[in-house]
């Protein structure tokens, strides 16, 4: 993900301290801190439309593309500093994962009819240009898993603001529309970076590898329970809630697009679902997790609503 403000981007200054770190590493505990549900804030002024009575969803779409971020392209879930398509939820080939794309379309024609266009490093400023390449290919489906970039900035300061977030949404899915107005889109709710930051503050080797730079918004000084502290995790987690409200809000203007419903930010990522590199980045089992979830809602009669 990103490094000059987006500190998921590491490289190869850190290569050796994480390789040294991971000699060490142990199980991450999982701890449960809630701090909300749905990922959507109540207090938001823009209401969801109501969904059309008229909606079309095709529950079994035949091509996929996928836009995003670093989570899309597996990064660090095989190895160190590294993209690794091959586990990606969305379109991996890897049978221990069962991407989305070998759940809808088949082993064989992973290859063919599925597309992996996301970026380590994106934000949602990149989604257009993401969407462009996404609408060439004539995708009967689009996922889109953006949003953590924009809030792990090396300072709260640096956070993507709410209305950026959802200008840079909104002009993507012009682009797309524009390009393949049939083209379903899936989108996927920003993680919880605040109960990510409770479950692995307790490993001191997952702590001490955030040190490093990974998310510093959030997981920064991890040991920190001061007053100042608190303030600039909450701060950091309203922001990830409002721009889950924005892709709803986005999302429900489409009559091609569904929401997952909050259900990635609901989901309590452990030690075993993050990489052993970096404890941030889904591992296979993540990758696995997040497969699941967007299948079940993609399948699904109706579309998930927040909170279920």
């Not at 969305?90 to 992973?110: F, M």
Request: charged fraction near 25%; include cysteine.
């Amino acid at each position: 993900m990103r490094q000059r403000s987006r500190t998921f981007r590491a490289r190869t200054g850190v290569a050796a301290a994480l390789a040294t770190a991971t000699l060490a590493a142990g199980v991450l505990a999982a701890c449960d801190l809630s701090s909300g549900s749905s990922g959507r804030d109540p207090s938001a002024t823009s209401a969801s439309p109501s969904p059309s009575p008229t909606r079309v969803w095709d529950s079994s779409p035949r091509s996929l593309a996928a836009v995003g971020d670093s989570i899309t392209r597996g990064f660090d879930a095989c190895m160190i500093l590294a993209d690794c398509p091959e586990v990606s939820w969305a379109t991996g080939t890897d049978t221990t994962v069962n991407s989305l794309a070998l759940r809808l379309l088949g082993p064989s024609a992973v290859a063919e009819r599925s597309w992996n266009l996301a970026r380590s490093g994106a934000d949602a400023s990149d989604l257009p240009e993401q969407m462009a390449r996404a609408a060439a290919h004539k995708p009967e489906l689009v996922t889109v898993m953006v949003g953590a970039n924009d809030a792990c900035a090396d300072t709260v300061d640096r956070m993507t603001p709410v209305e950026d977030f959802r200008a840079s949404l909104e002009a993507a899915m012009a682009t797309l529309r524009k390009g393949a107005p049939k083209a379903q889109v899936y989108v996927s709710s920003v993680p919880d970076l605040k109960r990510l930051w409770s479950a692995g503050r307790g490993d001191a080797l997952g702590s001490r590898i955030w040190e490093l730079g990974i998310c510093a918004s959030m997981l920064g000084d991890a040991q920190d329970l001061s007053v100042q502290a608190e303030q600039r995790r909450d701060t950091v987690q309203q922001r990830v809630v409002a721009y889950n409200g924005v892709l709803e809000d986005v999302c429900a203007e489409d009559d091609r697009c569904r929401y997952d419903g909050g259900a990635v930010f609901d989901y309590r990522f452990t030690g075993e679902q993050l990489s052993r590199w970096d404890w941030f980045h889904p591992s296979r089992d993540g990758q696995q997790r997040l497969a699941e979830i967007a299948y079940r809602n993609i399948t699904a009669a109706q579309a998930p609503r927040a909170g279920s």
